[in-house]
């Protein structure tokens, strides 16, 4: 009997990647989507109530039809005020996500025969809890079952170190088409562990594109001795991000480019070169290299001095800037991995790594009932059953089940508290950077006579100190209410613990420690993600939907 494989899935800001874990070969491969593209673009159009259309046929519509049309989703993931409104209907970033998964999930059953359910979706690791909840909500909604969502960077390492199997620090400099990510990570035989992360939410080759298109727009101007304005038009400018867009990617692998511009039924040939783009876009790249040698000093601070080689990942990291640059500020190998794979083939075999341990125990708790059938020891045997059912080597089996990968935690968290002059401050009970799971607890006091319950405000910051005076370098991220006795005196001591698992969730408990009273959990009601009812929606809407190419 072979299972079907857990997918992994990398949903990204411009692009989407989906792969397995190959059963013949037990390499990750990427499953081409019905474009025999092995990305698709992370574009959906609504084109009526019912149908959407994801990808490549969407991205180029884009141009007649921007106001149909959504990209960059992925920007407002976890924004939960965030909706947009097609055929009298309003939708969220979760709903307009979903369909992308539905085009990639789809696509792979028609070419792999298989209906991917079980799935590892990737995100960035500066994500909060938040988005990480509405990311999962996502494949909820896509019909998806999602072990859990992992961080970029760690599924690029898992992918790296499945080919070089040395003990090595690497950063991972992760430039997508919406953001940059900069991670150290320790990759050691067994484990993986993040070391520090960093990164910029809203820096990546579309910024790129845009310096282009204003250039464009620029020499389209000066050319025509015009004051019309080639970025007021919709239609001009979608055909200036495509023509940036190429132009850029031209720019890879030649040193001189040619694009067009048309605007007022007025041509230009604009011709741009490596040296006037790495001009146009100089701060763009300053600001990664700012990041990571912050990272690089967080992660000295934590005991990893050393950086053994980068690796690059992202499809912006083709541009030839990236490695030179870093080259010049560095004295470390620059190694470019699958930019554009890495990272959903990390997914696959951390998917894989998961069923793996599913299936081992299982079968060992079943062995364990019977140990006469076997000779070996039960665990052996469970192995050995596990890669002829996985159609695996037994030491990909014992390497995949042994393999360890520790996260850190990418923000802090806090609650709400007063100090002694009344003044309200963030207390973080944990820390960025701090090594997942984590658990901390801390007293505080009541502040009044016979409350009959205190009110935790929970924050999420990427504050590294203790106190936090500043709310605004702060977002609330839920609330917990703890009933308590209702006649304890002012001052009495109330013991808070936060916990958080290996996958970032967070744990709340409360104990007022003057009676010893019991126990109050508070998982937390995280803000701004989809509340149940509207995930229920979601979900119903879902199925009335029709994705096509
Ligand atoms: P990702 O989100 O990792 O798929 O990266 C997508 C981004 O990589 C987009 O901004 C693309 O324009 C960019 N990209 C892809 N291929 C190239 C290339 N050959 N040269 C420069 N940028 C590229």
């Not at 080259?327 to 083939?345: L, N």
């Not at 500043?470 to 006649?487: I, M, P």
């Not at 967070?506 to 995930?535: C, F, K, P, Y």
């Amino acid at each position: 009997m072979t299972e079907t494989p857990v997918y992994g899935i990398d949903l990204g800001t411009t692009y989407t990647c989906i792969a397995h874990v190959d059963p013949l070969s037990g390499r990750p491969m990427i499953t081409p989507n019905a474009e025999g593209d092995l990305t698709t673009p992370s574009v959906v159009l609504f084109e009526d109530a019912d149908t959407r259309v994801v990808g490549r046929e969407a991205k180029s519509t884009a141009m007649l039809d921007a106001g149909r049309v959504v990209e960059m989703i992925k920007r407002q993931i976890g924004h939960g005020e965030w909706r947009r409104e097609f055929f009298g209907r309003e939708y969220s970033p979760e709903e307009i996500s979903s369909y992308i998964l539905r085009k990639v999930v789809d696509d792979a059953e028609r070419h792999d025969t298989v209906r991917p359910h079980k799935v590892v979706i990737t995100c960035p690791a500066y994500f909060g809890v938040v988005q990480r909840d509405a990311t999962a909500n996502a494949g909820r909604i896509a019909g998806l079952d999602v072990l859990e969502i992992i961080n970029e960077p760690t599924a690029a390492a898992i992918s790296y170190g499945m080919q070089d199997r040395t003990d090595q620090v690497v950063l991972v400099y992760d430039l997508g088409g919406g953001t940059f990510d900069v991670t150290v990570i320790k990759i050691e035989v067994g484990a993986i562990t993040v070391v520090a992360t960093d990164g910029a939410h809203e820096l990546g080759g579309r910024n790129w594109d845009e310096r282009v298109v204003q250039h464009l727009a620029e020499q389209w101007q000066a050319a025509h001795g015009s004051t019309s304005d080639p970025l007021d038009s919709p239609e001009t400018l979608q055909d200036l991000w495509q023509q940036a867009e190429m132009g850029k990617r031209a720019l890879s692998a030649k040193s001189e480019t040619r694009m067009r511009v048309v605007h007022d039924n007025q041509q230009l040939a604009v011709s741009l070169n490596r040296e006037k783009f790495d001009e146009l876009t100089r701060d763009l790249l300053d600001t990664t290299v700012v990041l990571t040698k912050r990272v690089m000093d967080t992660a000295r601070e934590l005991g990893h001095p050393k950086v053994d080689r980068i690796l690059l990942v992202g499809g912006s990291t083709r541009m030839v800037q990236v490695t030179e640059r870093l080259k010049e500020e560095f004295d470390i190998e620059v190694t470019m991995v699958d930019p554009d794979q890495a990272v959903a083939k990390g997914a696959a075999i951390y998917g894989q790594k998961l069923a793996v341990g599913d299936r081992l125990r299982e079968v060992t708790a079943e062995l364990a009932q019977d140990p006469a059938r076997h000779g070996t020891s039960t665990r052996e045997a469970a192995e050995e059953l596990v890669a002829s059912e996985l159609g695996l080597r037994l030491d990909t089996v014992r390497h995949l089940d042994g393999m360890v990968v520790k996260n850190v935690l990418s923000h802090s968290f806090g609650v709400r508290s007063l100090t002694k002059d009344d003044k309200p401050v963030i207390f973080n009970l944990v820390r960025a950077q701090e090594t997942l799971p984590v658990e901390a607890t801390k007293v505080f006091g009541t502040r009044k006579a016979g409350m009959g319950e205190v009110e935790l405000r929970i924050f999420e910051n990427t504050v590294r100190d203790r106190i936090v005076e500043d709310f605004d370098t702060a977002e609330e991220v839920g609330r917990a209410e703890l009933k308590l006795v209702a006649d304890l005196p002012e001052n009495s001591p109330v013991e808070v613990r936060f916990s958080i698992n290996g996958q970032g969730r967070l744990q709340i408990t409360g104990r007022d420690m003057a009676t010893g009273g019991a126990e109050v959990n508070a998982v937390i009601e995280t803000n701004r993600a989809l509340s149940a009812d509207e995930l229920n929606d979601a979900v119903e809407h879902a199925k009335s939907i029709r994705i096509i190419s």
